[in-house]
């Protein structure tokens, strides 16, 4: 792409940052539309994996993040009685390799802080329709914003602009959700694991370490606690019946609670799956969740959106004319991604449901079956994101694996959070 282009992106989600990082340095004009009017993350903390360090890494960012973030080496799940479901260790598949545990507004803040070039942000505007062929959208005041040669919708999970742009193939709610925040990490002893407990599919609770962010310097934990959807908005939650539920799975991730107006202070998280047969049409492409929305029980969201970013930077810079460049896009991603979606439908269950019977399976058959190489290879491969559809490697940069070792590393003592319900409330809906 020679000449550059004026695109539109709609949402400053992590796709949509990335994306005007990206382009922008490449010299085309970028605008963003963001819905709102006050710029902040949605959501508390996630895994950052291999793949979606190396486009980091290829952003000039990756040494900021690890500055921030807690090195993750494995990820490991039990009952509530001490039976180990699964024990997913990195060194296994690459001594080099490591999770990063980040929170949301700490890797929010630095691509904002990298997006320098050609800088254009229209908080505030909620988009509502997009004249793919002409390049326009159209806000909910009715105003018309035209001229562009790209148009990329990247407002998440819940878009309502997808379907301007394709028909779903698939595009349902999951029927459960979840409640996160974050909590000082203290003296946490799982530093460097991504833990989780499950009763059954009925309750899971999860506790990850997301180290620091740069307006923040106290470490944190994120907690995930699994909760049907007709739960979540109920506004006559049994606080103390919250509690016992919680402690009864894990008391000890109870106790990093204190201080928190638990479940009242607690962000929301739904889920969608979502499907489609194609990705673009005329001027406008899908991008991240609003493009591919899956469960978070693989842990993907944020790598994959980070890589349809790159991946629609190097179409267009491969590709003289923007409809071949997004189908080369569009062919790349969907080769990648092709496995995820059917793992992530197939594993929710077991994870988020009232499917006692297959979780018992699960209780008895994960850890055993993680041991055997064949299906320990590709169980981490699925983890770090180095899948590609069902039988190929997602292959890193070259070199990539070697320079994660030269990376700083954070130390993160243990600092003394304030106990401020209303300051960790404001924490927990970042």
């Known amino acids: 792409m020679r000449t550059p282009l004026r695109i539109a992106i709609v949402g400053y989600g992590t796709g ?88 949301r507004g700490a890797l929010f803040q630095l691509l904002d802080a990298a997006w320098t070039e050609h800088r254009v942000l229209h908080r505030g505007h909620r988009i509502v329709d997009v004249d793919v062929e002409r390049g326009a959208l159209v806000d909910g005041d009715g105003r018309r914003h035209s001229g562009f040669d790209l148009v990329i919708v990247a407002d998440g999970a819940a878009s309502v602009l997808r379907s301007r742009v394709a028909a779903a193939a698939l595009d349902r709610p999951y029927p459960w959700g979840a409640q996160w925040c974050l909590a000082p990490m203290g003296d946490w002893a799982s530093a460097d694991v991504l833990k989780q407990r499950y009763i059954r599919a009925r309750r899971m ?12 310097p106290v470490p944190r934990l994120s907690f995930f606690w699994s909760v049907p959807v007709g739960e979540l908005d109920r506004v006559d939650v049994d606080r103390e019946a919250w509690r016992r539920d919680v ?50 029980q693989l842990g993907q969201g944020v790598n994959m959106a980070l890589l349809d970013a790159q991946a629609l930077r190097d179409a267009l810079r491969a590709e003289a004319m923007v409809p071949t460049a997004l189908q080369r896009y569009e062919r790349e991603r969907r080769a ?6 059917f793992w992530s439908r197939a594993l929710t269950p077991l994870f988020q449901s009232e499917r006692d019977a297959a979780a018992r399976i699960r ?68």
């Open 363 to 430: 209780d008895l058959t994960f850890h055993p079956l993680s041991r055997l190489p064949v299906a320990r290879g590709m169980m981490l491969r699925v983890l770090t994101g180095t899948r590609r559809g069902w039988l190929s490697t997602f292959r890193l940069p070259r070199g990539f694996a070697d320079v994660l070792a030269t990376l700083p590393v954070a130390r993160h003592e243990a600092v003394r959070a304030p106990v401020d319900a209303r300051r960790d409330a404001a924490v927990a809906i970042d």
């Open 16 to 103: 949509g940052q990335a994306a005007a990082v990206l382009l922008s340095r490449d010299g085309h004009r970028v605008e963003v539309f963001e819905r709102a009017a006050e710029l902040g993350p949605v959501g508390a903390g996630f895994l950052l994996q291999p793949v979606g360090q190396a486009v980091l890494w290829d952003m000039g960012l990756l040494d900021a993040a690890c500055m921030h973030g807690a090195r993750i080496a494995s990820l490991y799940g039990e009952t509530a009685t001490g039976r180990a479901v699964m024990d997913m260790r990195y060194a296994e598949l690459d001594a080099r390799l490591f999770g990063l545990g980040l929170q």
């Open 336 to 341: 990648h991604l092709s496995a995820y979606h």
């Open 247 to 296: 402690a009864e799975v894990w008391p000890e991730a109870l106790a990093r609670l204190d201080g928190i107006d638990a479940p009242n202070a607690l962000a929301q998280a739904r889920y969608r799956d979502t499907t489609h047969r194609h990705w673009h049409r005329g001027r406008a492409v899908l991008l991240g969740d609003a493009a591919h929305a899956m469960s978070p």
């Open 205 to 216: 609770a999860g506790m990850l370490p997301v180290g620091t962010r740069p307006d923040d």
